[in-house]
Nanobody, 124 residues
Framework: QVQLVESGGGLVPAGGSLRLSCASSGRAFSSYTMGWFRQAPGKEREFVAFISQSGGTTYYADSVKERFTISSDNAKNTVYLQMNSLKPGDTAVYYC?????????????????WGQGTQVTVSS
């Protein structure tokens, strides 16, 4: 069983920055692909970014590329999402997720464990 706890959300003006954290209780954290997803009101959950088990591969949705950075600290069992140049369109609940099977994926259905989410609101 893996528990994920996100933190770091909040209200920020357009152009501002936030760093989200996701702490995992899983003993095999370094063997998971970790992803960030988001869901805005009235919209489906969408992929934001993932980082591979080795940390050597990262991938971003086009909408956040060059603005968001995903990273992980295996010693702390924590994955981060640094969000810069935030836009009102980034407003959503952000979820981290763990994919325990080998391989990388953008599909939410391939992730086995999910956090409770943290709200990010960007004001115009």
């Amino acid at each position: 069983q893996v528990q994920l706890v996100e933190s770091g959300g909040g209200l920020v003006p357009a152009g501002g920055s936030l760093r989200l954290s996701c702490a995992s209780s899983g003993r095999a954290f370094s063997s998971y692909t970790m992803g960030w997803f988001r869901q805005a009101p009235g919209k489906e959950r969408e992929f934001v970014a993932f980082i591979s088990q080795s940390g050597g591969t990262t991938y971003y949705a086009d909408s956040v590329k060059e603005r968001f950075t995903i990273s992980s600290d295996n010693a702390k069992n924590t994955v981060y999402l640094q969000m810069n140049s935030l836009k009102p369109g980034d407003t959503a609940v952000y979820y981290c997720a763990a994919k325990t099977a080998w391989g990388i994926s953008q599909r939410s259905s391939n992730y086995d464990y999910w956090g409770q989410g943290t709200q990010v609101t960007v004001s115009s």
